[in-house]
């Protein structure tokens, strides 16, 4: 049991048995014994550093029924069944008691990088054909950015499903100068309609926004500061009225299920310094916090464990607002002289002038005044 293990059939199964055993080592119902606990007087009573690593274990206990959880406070529950002895979950699983104790994750073993990848592609491919067509760019920019790409399975999956309307469909994968050498090889078909670039996501040199980006199987890697970052990368890389789409492991509000997102979720608490599967709810919250508009929540019939999050940048983004003309500020003018000795701005009435008492033929002054 390793890295590349999701929580599914018989796998799914030994990786429970895994979470008992250590919920086992760990006390943790002699610690529960007097009581409900917080997860953080749980980590002070076990007396190890009260980060991330124990959450997870307790979401796989509660779905278990080996914990009940009523709002922050974890308490005892059904006992179950211990499991049989583990012998080849000395290593990996096996040790996820000491990696909670220890709060430092397991190294990957040699020359397991090469076969991760290749195991994404193929386990990832009959989702990479779904969700491509929803990654419909904006028509000017019919090109993909796909950020965290790995070995390039989703790139390809969206140049096959886009050629035929755009002649011009291109994609740029970014990823780790290691994992672009393996992206090198599988796309090597597509020639020059590909562009990788070696470098971390949240700050790469795109040669020119895409019309969609995309962060399949990427967060759940990462702490949440990086996954906010490389949400908001995402949707720098893309022109006003593309399309950002996250996929990944599903998880519900409430971290309720399903099994299969939480028992990975113990995994990147194996595996990775901060990753986590996160609730549907957070990857909506970065899109938001990143700009995005319109956002929207997929599933895919092909993977059902798995969950869609789509946002589009607003089409008036980036536009310079129009620049004001500068206007010089009025100044007063001085009172006319006619108001000079008098209170300001107050016109002296006009002195009232005698009426004729007839009317005068000619209408001269001269005559009306005697």
């Not at 919920?23 to 606990?37: K, S, T």
């Amino acid at each position: 049991m390793g890295v590349f293990d999701s929580g599914e059939g018989a796998a799914g199964e030994v990786l429970q048995a895994a979470a008992i055993a250590a919920a086992g080592a760990l006390g943790l119902r002699a610690h529960l014994a007097a009581g409900p606990r917080t997860l953080g007087e749980l980590t002070g009573a076990l007396g190890i550093p009260a980060t991330a690593r124990l959450r997870p274990l307790l979401d796989v206990l509660v779905a278990l029924g080996a914990l009940t959880r009523t709002g922050e406070a974890y308490a005892a529950g059904a006992p179950l069944v211990a499991p049989p002895p583990f012998g080849a979950l000395r290593e990996g699983w096996g040790e996820l008691a000491d990696v909670i104790r220890a709060d430092r994750p397991l190294a990957l073993p040699a020359g397991t990088q090469r076969a991760y990848h290749a195991h994404l592609v193929r386990a990832g491919a009959a989702a990479a054909r779904e969700v491509a067509p929803w990654l419909v760019p904006v028509p000017a920019t019919p090109v993909l950015v796909d950020i965290g790409g790995g070995a390039g399975g989703y790139t390809s999956a969206f140049l096959a499903a886009h050629l035929d309307a755009w002649a011009d469909a291109r994609a740029t994968l970014i990823d780790a100068a290691d994992v672009i050498a393996l992206a090198a090889e599988a796309l090597a078909p597509h020639g020059a309609r590909v562009t990788l670039i070696a470098g971390d996501g949240r700050d790469a040199d795109v040669p020119a926004p895409g019309g969609a980006a995309l962060l399949a199987n990427v967060l759940h890697g990462n702490g949440p500061a990086a996954c906010a970052a490389l949400c908001a990368a995402a949707a720098r890389a893309v022109v006003p009225g593309g399309v950002v789409m996250i996929v990944e492991l599903r998880v519900d509000d409430g971290r309720r299920g399903p099994l299969t997102g939480l028992l990975f979720a113990i995994n990147m608490a194996l595996y990775t310094e901060a990753g986590d599967v996160y609730e549907t709810r957070q990857l909506r919250a970065w899109l938001a916090a990143a700009g995005l508009v319109g956002i929207e929540e997929r599933r895919l019939a092909s993977a059902p464990e798995m969950v869609v999050v789509i946002g589009y940048r607003p089409r008036g983004a980036g536009r310079r607002s129009p620049r004001r003309r500068a206007t010089r500020r009025r100044q007063p003018r001085s009172p006319p002289s006619w108001t000079r000795g008098s209170s300001p701005w107050r016109r002296p009435r006009p002195r009232p002038r005698s009426r004729p008492t007839s009317r005068c033929p000619r209408r001269s002054r001269a005559c009306c005044r005697s």
